[in-house]
């Protein structure tokens, strides 16, 4: 079976780093770009970015960019969403998805709840 | 970037209805149009690519419609399991943007 299977959820205080994970299993991991998708509470969908583990190609979206690193490990179908210096802003769920040709996310993770509470 | 409009935010409908929900892009983003099911504390669920190709084991009851800055998606007899929240996204140019989401309610 296809799956995204993410770390669990972290509650952090104001200035913490973070780094959260997405592992697959179930298919040719360096074949799928992952992305990260951000849903605050209560709110809508936010496309952060992806990376190809095949190579760690990046994209990034302007609204996210220099808060945020995306990443990822071919070595253990791993893929990552790092903060260096967390804010209150950044409590919300974290999605990880996997696409094709970096278009549609066709199957997703369970979500990441990050708290970030002084 | 592209922003995605939809409406309306929020709809009351009763099984069996048939339901509209519109998606604008605010440039032209051909055919590249998908959209989402989101039940409360679960993930995102793909339902259609290319604005109107539905995915495997989604019902035949769910369209999308579409090109340049229109969409649509269409529900065209209420399930109970279809109150959600409905989500367009444009894969057309990064960042690859969704809609504010359309909160389907009974």
């Known amino acids: 079976e296809v799956q995204l299977v993410q770390s669990g959820a972290e509650v952090k205080k104001p200035g913490d780093s973070l780094k959260i994970s997405c592992k697959g299993f179930?298919?040719?991991?360096?074949?799928?770009?992952i992305g990260w998708v951000r849903q605050m509470p209560g709110k809508g969908l936010e496309w952060m970015g992806i990376?190809?583990?095949?190579?760690?190609?990046?994209r990034n979206s302007p609204s996210f960019q220099g808060q945020v690193t995306i990443s990822a490990d071919k070595s253990i179908s791993t893929a990552y969403l790092q903060w260096s210096s967390l804010e209150a802003s950044d409590t919300a769920m974290y999605f990880c998805?996997?696409?094709?040709?970096?278009?549609?996310?066709?199957?997703w993770g369970q979500g990441t709840m990050v708290t970030v509470s002084p | 970037a592209i922003r995605m409009t939809q409406s309306p935010s929020s709809f009351s409908a009763s099984t069996g209805d048939r339901v509209t929900i519109t998606c604008r892009a605010s440039?032209?983003?051909?055919?590249?149009l998908a959209w989402y099911q989101q039940k409360p504390g679960k993930a995102p669920k793909l339902l259609i690519s290319?604005?109107?190709t539905l995915q495997s084991a989604v019902p035949s009851r769910f369209s999308g419609s579409g090109s340049g800055t229109d969409f649509t998606l269409t529900i065209s007899y209420l399930q109970s399991e279809d109150f959600a929240t409905y989500y367009c996204?444009?894969?057309?140019?990064?960042?690859?943007?969704f809609g504010q989401g359309t909160k389907l309610e009974i």
């Open positions: 179930g298919y040719s991991f360096t074949s799928y770009w």
């Open positions: 990376v190809y583990p095949g190579d760690s190609q990046t």
């Open positions: 290319a604005t109107s």
């Open positions: 996204q444009q894969y057309y140019s990064y960042p690859h943007s």
């Open positions: 440039q032209g983003i051909r055919s590249y």
């Open positions: 998805a996997r696409t094709i040709n970096h278009d549609v996310f066709d199957v």
